[in-house]
Structures are given as C-alpha cells and as structure tokens.
C-alpha cells in the first residue's frame, strides 16, 4: 500500500517536533513537507538538532496550494487564532486537517467569545473533538478535528467515565493539574527561563483564569469546574488530580476503578492502574495511566490521569485521529513504550 | 550576654544538617553538641561535606546525662518512634526540647493509636504544639515542642486564619501539596532514587493514607479533610493548594486575602503576597507565603501556602520556636531571605 | 518472514527495560521470556509501570536451558562478575550472546586482572567488542559479543576516528565526561539519591581509578588516557569532551571535522555536527552526535560526542550489534529520534 | 558603630538580588539604595518576591549624584560594556566601587580590544582585581575593584596556588568548567529556556572563544589555556575541572594537596577537601572547594574547584573585597554554610 503524504504546518514548536518525531516511524504515512513561519527557509536539523542525519528537509513558508499538492493530511500546530484560517484553506482543498491549536474547541460560540475574546470561527461547528476514547461515534472519514489539548485530555480520561456512568456528580469537580514546562512552548519567557521555574513549583492562571476550564465543562457537561494548572520543573508530564463528590456516597471505593476498567477495556492506549500514575511512566509515548480511588473518610472520589503533554496530550493524540479517520489501526505509529528512566 | 548552649540530636538527616546550618548563624546560641546513631565517631564534615572550614565536631553517641551537662536546648530531629524517649529523658533533664518528629504532636491518644498503630506517650498532653503562628498564648517559658512537619504546616497556615475567622466551613476541605523530595529524608528508597523521580509527578499515599492528615485536622477542628500529597522534582519546597467552600457564597472574594493579611499583619515570617507563591521564593528561608483567592464561578476558595519543608516546615520552625520560649526575638537567626535562584 | 524469538536475562534494571523498549519495536525480534534474580516472579509492569497495557509477561527465575529452548538470541544486562558464566551457559548452548557486563570487554587478561581484581574469563578471546562502527570486519554471524559501556562508546566514538587518522597523538590523551545519574543503575545508594545529586556536578573515580580506563585504551591503541567521570543532574545522556594533541600544528582546523565525516559517511546511527553537541538531542535514540574543533591558540583539538548511555551506550548498541550479525538492517528497531524536549 | 550605606546599582538582575541577599545580613552595612534601568520604579518584591515582607525599597533610576548623597559603596551588577561610566561616575565622587563587570578586568588595553571588540578603558589600570586569595597586597584602603566573574575565580582559585609555587607548568593547561544556568543571567533566551537546557548538557564557546580565557591566562602568567565552559541542568554552582603538567613528572601526588593547604591555611573562605568537590555543597555560600590529584599513570595533574557562581563566583567576592577594604572582618556577612540539600 502506498504511503499517505502528510504534512506539518507550525514544524518549529515543540509540538511540530514531536509530530515529526512519531510521524518518521509511523508505517503508513510520509512526510511530504514542512511549513512554518519564522523558521522558513531553514533546514529542519538546524531548527532541531535531533534531526540530523535522519530528517534533511527544508521548512517552507506556508501555502494552501502547495500543502494541498503534496499532501493528503495536514497537522496544523500553530497558536490559536492564527490558526483556523489556515485550517479553513486546507479542509476547503479536501484535505484532512488536524488542527492541535484552540480555535475549533469549543462549540458554543458565545463561549469561545467570553473566554477568547474574539469571534468564533463557524467552522467549530463542523470539527470533531479529537479525542477518540470519548467520541460517540466512529471517526472514520471524518476530515476536520479540534484536537484538544494537554490539560482537558488529562481531566476528561479520567472524569468522563465516572460521570457518563453516573458514579459522580458533573457539580463540584475540582481538577488540580501539574504540567511540565514544555506546555508552554518553546519561546523564551520570564515564566519558562530555567533559573526560574528549576527547583520550585507554583500555581498559574489561578480561580477560573485558564482557557481550558470551558473545554473541560463543555466535553463534561458539567458547569463551574474549578480547574488549577501548576508549573512543575520538568520538561514533559500532566498530572490531573482530580476530586469529585460520589452520587452514592455508601458506594465501595472498587466501583470507581472498576468503571475505569470496563470504560477501557478495549481501548489500547489508556491502561487503568492500580498505583497512583507517574508521568515518568507515560513519557514520549502516546499512552494514558488512570486511577481512581475513594477518601474513605471524607467520601470523597479522588481520580487521576497521567500522560505525556506533548504525545497524549497533542502530537500523539492528533495521529491517532488521523489514524482513526483514515482507517489505519488505531495503534499505528503509537505503540511506543514510555521512556523511563 | 552569654550564648545559650544547645545540642542537635539526630545530626546526620537533612533536618539535623538544617538545624546546624541555621544555629550556626543564631546570635544568641552555641553549638554545645552533635549526637547521632550511624554516624556516631564521625566528623560533621565527613557526614556533610558543606560544613567543612566552618564547623568542625564530631557525632558522638547519644548520652542523655552527657547532653544535659553540656546544654539547656535539644532538638531532636528523630524517626518517627526513636524520638520520644530520648525527649522524655532530655525534658526530665530540664532541658527545653523540640521534638521535630511526629511522636507528640497529636493530643488524642486514639487518635494517634488508629494512625501509628502503637500506643500514644502520655508526653504528649504537655507538649505545645509548635506553630508559632496558630498557638492562642504566649510561647515564653514553655518547655517542651512537638514542632509539626512540612505538609501540616502549609495547610495549617493557610486554611487556619480562614476556618478561625467562620469565612470557609471546616468540613469538605481538600489539601492539594506538592512536595521536593529532601521530605522523605537522607535515607537512600527506591521512591527517592533520582532516575525515578526525575522528571515525572505522581501522588502518594492518596485517600486517608497519610499519616498528617490527622495533625491538619486537630489543628484546624475539622474533620475528614482530604489530603493528596505529591512528589514534585526538586530538592526542597512544599506547596500545598487548599480547596474551601466559603460559608457565604456572595462574600467578595477580596475578603480572604484581607483575612489572612489581617491575621499575619504582625508576624514576621509569614506573608501574604498578591499572585500564586512558588517554592523557589523562600526557598532555605523560613518564610511561608500565602494567599488565597475566589473561584467567582464555582464560589470556591483556593487558598495556597508556600514554604521551604526543612525550614519553616522543620528547622527553621523548630529554631523559632526556641526563640519565642527562651524570649529571644522572634526572628533570630531566622531572618534570611529566600535564595532565589 | 518468522520473527527471532529474544531473551532478556537481567530484565529489572534500567538496560533491561530499555533493550524491551527497543526490542518492542524492532520489527524482526519477537520478546520470547524475560528472567531476572531479585524480580523473578513478578510480572513486568508491576516492576516496569511503562509497560503496563503494552507487555504482560512474568520475570522469571534464569535457566539456561529454558532460555535456549525458547530463544536464539540473549541479552545479558547483568552486573559485572555475574555475567560470564551465565553468557557461556548460553554461548554454548548456540545462541547468540550479547553481553552488555564488563566481563569480556579486556582481551588482555592481565589487564583485566589488573582493573578487576580477580582473573579474567577466557571466553573474553572468543567475543567480539561490541562497537559496530569500529569493528574492522563484518560482524555477520558473528555469537559472541562484549557490548562496551556508555564512556568507552563516547571517547572511542570521536577519539578512533582522530587517532586511527593521525591526526592526533595516541598519548596525552584527556576525556572529560559527564554523565547522566541512570549510568548508575536502578539499585538506591546514597550516590544516586535526589536530594544528593540533584541541583549539584561533581566528578568520581578520578585520577585513574574508573574501570571504564583499559576499555578506553585498549581500543584506542593508546597508553595512559586520563579519564575524569562526572554525575550530572540528569537521568539520560553522556558527554564525552576530549582533548588531544594534533600530530601537526599546523593543520588547519577543519581537517578534525571532515575526518569524521569522511569516516562515519555510511555509518547510519553516528551524525557529525558543525556545534557542540547536546546529550539532549540524542535522548532514546541510538544515534552518536560527534564533533571537532581546534584552538588555534593553544593548538589543541577538542572533540566531543553526545550520546544516551542507556541507548548508544547500552541497550541500543547491544540491537544494533544483533541486527549486523543476524543480517537484518543496521538500523532496525534503532531509527526513533531523540526526544527533544 | 554606624552602619557603612551601600547602593547596589543593577538590582533587577541575579546578581543584584544576591547581594541584596548577602547585604541584608550583613552586620556593617545598610543598604541606601537600589538602582536599575529596566525595572526603576517597581518595587524590589514585584521584581523579586522572595524579598516580600523583608526588604521593601523601590528600585529607582540611577542618578550619580543621587547615589553618592546616599552610600559610601556601591556595587555595580551591570553588563559589560555599560557597566565603566557609572563605575567611573561614582568613583570619581569618592566611592567604594566593586564593578562585576568585565569592563575593567583586564589590564592589557590590547588584549581587552581583541577579545571585547571595543576600546578599553583607562580605568582598568587603577582597579584590583577582586580575588582577595589571589592578590599579593592588602586591599585595606583600596576604592576600585574589578571583581572577577565565576569562571576565572574557579579556575584561579586551584590553579594559581599550583602554578605559582611552581608545581606545574603554566603552559598546556586545560579547564574543563561546568556551570548552572543562572550564570547566563536573567533576561530569557533560547539558551536559558527549561525545556531545551533541562535534562542535558552540552558545551558552548568551545576552541578560545569564551572570553573569561584571557583572564585566566593573565592572572596566571600562563599563555593559551585551553578553556571549555559546558552548561548543566542547575540553577547554580560552578565547577572547573582543571588538567595540568607537572614540572617534576617523579614529584609524590599529595604534594599538590598539601600546596593547596599550604597556600590557604590563613584563608577562611578556601577549603581544600580530600574528595572531589560537589557543587551542591557550596550553593548559597561564599566558600570554595578546592582539590587536587596526580594520575600516576598519565602523570597528569587534576585539580578541581566548586563554587557558587552567584556567590563566590560574584556577589560574596564583592562583599568580601568591600570587608577587606573597609577594614570589617574578611567573613563578614559571608559565613553562611551551603545550602544543602
């Protein structure tokens, strides 16, 4: 069978990187090209060295046409709002877009215009949440996805189940998130310089300030989410910890894993575990580690999810949409083991 | 005026090495002795290369008689179990003593027998419980200190001055903490092995399996609060992010950050800061900084406290408290500002 | 065509798990039993959680017997000393040996005797050293291999080139290495702990007394090269900084660079970089980034090479020497790109 | 007696925060003033909020005249190149001037044209080099100091003593230095950000391009030191691992031990240790630690030192030439112990 041509738009962030990385040893596809903006006219091993001797190709300025002449499939990592017109010239030249950045989240537009401060794109309406464990339907031929990002894929793995099973109330929920640095992408700033956040742990965007909170209730259904990111120093890794009040409080603890498992079972990229997760475990792979226990005390459910922000949490996540929609089995190009140590 | 002669039991864990560094530089006290089990007939330099050209004595083993002769102040910064004997023997001695471990500290003798699964020492119906901070009376003149750890004292300094002033219900609270690894001791373990704790997050000890939990709870007059607590990639810092529903939903949410600033407005080493704290700012110092806000959707209190765990969540708290029983100012010795970076 | 069933003997450490990452993906190899000594018994992802969901198989108690029924090729990851009469169990038995311990790596017996303080193992004539790209002869068919170590694979890398060259003299010899903490292994020591090593660079073993010294010079054809280890707070990467005395001074500088170009110009897995390399571009991956300069002032060369010792300095090696003498691709199961970040 | 006003000029960067850290407690000083371009007219806790309830000043223009009014001292924390006419400025108004800066360092106006690309400055020829171990005069009295940065001081403080007693030879010398990333000061870049320098080390300005080498070179009298500095994943400390000839190849190796203490024994803040030194074992101190060892094989000196590069490195240096200039005790404010861990 011949190779699928797919290209990269946004090639020099950290998400573009990863893409490439999972993409060179998917066994279906081919990298057809790379675009960006600030890096066009670059070589990619001079972007990322990583590259060398294995990837020589060029970055290029960006164009529909070109894109739409080469490749069949295009990811889109590019910051949200300059994002979906690109996006839109794609998908209206046929081809399948995955699109890693915010603009095609949310569907509700008066939500996306108090949270973003702008004006929904309308083309929202047309995207699917790329996250296929939680999709109700095949993904199969679609051609437009919203992958979401790092931190909702964290919160909704491991919530969603619990309350589509009707085991904890959607009022209430508090998710309080660690995430490594590399989330932040890869321009220099105060917040990201390594003297800074080396050694130390703080809290962002504190009391209903992050972007993401909306994207968590509307995937939930569920209102008022408090919703706590916090800067970890590592490079890679979210941790959700997340707190929910059980509907039955005399339920026993075992029922909440147990609804972990079976949400799962025939899922090959979430594994439900017995421990509480470890993003060292999920590193560069594409998998999510999910646990659930009950406060025996307090009554409170207390449910985790580990992944690697990066693979689970974008890059990874956005191929397995497209293997989803292309027919490829689910696992391909993303059955890495996580690197650890 | 002469210096106070005082003794280090326990100095070869990272409490004990804190204490030192700390007494070192204490205008009012002389280093009388360092008393240790492994390392007894070592050199302090030998054991904790940082003190070389600066303090040169030797561990020697524990003699209650010989400490007594020699000091009017002990630390002890023992095993959980190890401590309270060789306290009982040094505070009949008439030694002031400060109990960094957790053998004293919860007045409840069942309650310390459901947590420790053995029987409670009856010392602790006379020791003080050392926050400084939270204690209703004058510390001057008492004699003995069960000095809390790093993850009480975090939770208790800010959820303390919200519950005491009826602004968040004591019942529901949730205690999110993130801790640096020197928490767990010198003692090399598999969960302290750099390769596996390097870069990665993960809970521990998750639903009512942490021994603190009952230490927040006394202190606070609260009961089945949820703690979480967390292992974070750095050496040192704690930070615990509190989860409170107010006691009145319509309340601004200035009014907690004006609660805590009321309460510590005469403290000197607490204080209230205006955006999320981070570690890293009182990092080896014995500061904490707090500081609470108002989920305006979820009418949520998020209140976070940050400190450094061997400083003011051990040593450094141990040293104030000496301070305030033997009438020195409250800051001697403890006034050094974080090192950052 | 049928996969090659494998072996992993040594399975619970950190080399182990990253020959199963490796061999997970190699698309020739088939895992066909892991054995162990402390784990037998347990099963994989109890042990390893990065494997939970992905490779459910037990750790078992080695017997050479069962190993030969089951698999033709074994991975010996075993301490030194325990290694060779486990290797020669299997060699002799027809298997193909790759043996990443230190135990036949010194062809000269009284060297060995000399480094290791107990007589050498006759076996060490009939193995091959383990380094592909240096390897004078086709390693086809090829059962018996002493796979090098993490340092003699960085300082050969970039020194052999320059030497077998000319270019530099073979005496005088400096490599400056610095390590990443996993080198260490998985077993907690003091020196491996957190709080020890991390936020901290030290140097060990210094002045001729790191056993990784013979290895160096034995395939170097050199006499008396210092080697100066030092830990790193990282848990990946080695970094070799070498430096040497040209055989001309007069040479202009970029003949050192285009030396290793031209010898590593069809060596799949080793790439010349025009900056200093970085042992973050090469994490998990098999590929050596190396490098070389001249100071004109002082007339010295100095040559560096980055790679991951847990990948080209260990597991990946020990695939790569497999593939060459199955006769697979050089590369296979050894393409994946550093993950950077 | 009265407390000594000292102004630090440049208190926005790292540099300034730590003598900011290290003035405050001081016993002989008081700090009149802070100064800063970028951040003048913020206060000092919005810029660093580890001063927070303990320094509240606002960081203001500098004005020459302004400063003079108020302090007796300043400390300049400047970048090169903008750092002489404020230095300039302020000596000529009667100051005690300590510049970290470059500007001043080297005495030869031609070395410094090479190497810095600008003309030097005349005032080079009246300012100390502030190494107060190194200096072959009393500094009492002295009013200008040029004060050396962290990776001279390293290499200078084991390598000057050897050289000078003429135990090694000053030609062929190699420093091999590895530094935390605070030494690249505060402002973000690609260079500094977490994500790319975290878990990996790597060398930058190799092949006499740094310019810290001729500094080196003319403390030591030495010429074309080869100096390779390398970048680790810490916020602190600074080791030079240093390679030298011995001028008599038979001398016994602990003769360049017992040189060093020879050379330090009246010195407070030097100590020679009898292992490797770590890093971690000075952070936040003004102490270094000094070592030395022959290879008896390659007959090659190796002589190490491990400083904080904030500390020892820069700020200590400078407020310990201000004691000996002023005449206060040589440790005055200077004698706190590593942070460790």
């Not at 998400?15 to 057809?32: F, N």
């Not at 916090?230 to 339920?251: K, N």
């Not at 990066?310 to 929609?325: D, E, H, R, S, T």
Request: hydrophobic share 45%; with cysteine.
């Amino acid at each position: 069978m011949d190779r699928v041509p797919v290209a990269v738009v946004g090639a020099s962030g950290y998400t573009g990187a990863e893409l490439l990385r999972l993409l060179l040893s998917h066994p279906q596809v081919v990298i057809a090209g790379l675009y960006g903006r600030r890096a066009a006219g670059e070589r990619l091993a001079a972007v990322f060295p990583q590259f060398a001797g294995r990837l020589d190709l060029p970055i290029e300025a960006f164009s529909a046409d070109e894109v739409a002449r080469r490749a069949q499939v295009a990811f889109c990592a590019l910051p949200h709002g300059e994002s979906s017109p690109i996006v839109r010239d794609l998908y209206t030249r046929g081809l399948t877009v995955l699109d890693l950045s915010a603009d095609l989240r949310l569907r509700d537009p008066a939500t996306y215009e108090t949270w973003y401060g702008r004006a929904a794109d309308p083309l929202a309406q047309q995207a699917a949440y790329g996250l296929p464990e939680l999709a109700g339907h095949p993904l199969r031929g679609q051609r437009l996805f919203a992958v979401p990002g790092c931190y909702p894929t964290a919160a909704l793995l491991v919530l969603a189940p619990l309350v589509r099973a009707g085991l904890v109330e959607p009022a209430g929920l508090i998710v309080d998130a660690k995430s490594g640095v590399s989330g932040a992408g890869r321009a220099p700033t105060a917040g990201t310089h390594f003297s800074e956040v080396g050694e130390g742990v703080h809290a962002y965007q504190v009391a209903a300030a992050h972007r993401h909170t909306p994207e968590i209730e509307q995937e939930l259904g569920a209102s008022s989410v408090v919703f706590t990111p916090h800067l970890v120093p590592m490079s890679r890794g979210i941790l959700a910890t997340c707190y929910a009040q059980p509907t039955d409080p005399e339920r026993p603890g075992a029922a909440y894993r147990e609804a972990l498992a079976q949400f799962y079972r025939e899922r090959p990229l979430v594994t439900v575990v017995d421990a509480p997760p470890d993003t060292a475990h999920v590193r560069g792979s594409n998998r999510a580690h999910v646990f659930a226990a009950l406060d025996p005390r307090a009554r409170r459910v207390i449910a985790m999810c580990a992944l690697d922000n990066l693979g689970k949490g974008a890059a990874g996540q956005a191929v397995q949409c497209m293997n989803l929609a292309l027919g490829f089995p689910e696992t391909a190009g993303l059955d890495a083991v996580g690197m650890f140590p």
